[in-house]
């Protein structure tokens, strides 16, 4: 599995939660919604999810194996920190 574009939208406003993103597997699969988080212990990404009748939050989708998550989480936040050094783009033209 290679994931072969990462597409990243940084949140603006202040808060935990520091963007949002899509990746793309393989030029064939599209996930959208991870975020990207700021835990106690760093930066880490949290799967697309949906709430449950029973008010849990479930995941959508997300790796079978510890691997393949790091591996994502990997590309997924080095995405970001390269997203960061980019200036804003402003719309007011």
Wanted: proline share 3%.
């Amino acid at each position: 599995m290679n994931i072969t574009d990462v597409r990243v939208r940084k949140m603006t406003k202040e808060g935990k939660m520091k963007a949002v993103v899509s990746i793309t597997i393989d030029n064939e699969f599209v996930v959208h919604d991870i975020k990207v988080v700021e835990g106690d212990k760093g930066l880490f990404i949290a799967m697309p999810s949906r709430k449950a009748a029973d008010g849990e939050y479930r995941d959508i989708a997300h790796p079978i194996n510890s691997d393949t998550r790091s591996n994502i989480q990997k590309i997924v936040l080095d995405a970001y920190e390269k997203a960061l050094l980019e200036p804003e783009i402003s719309e007011e033209a």
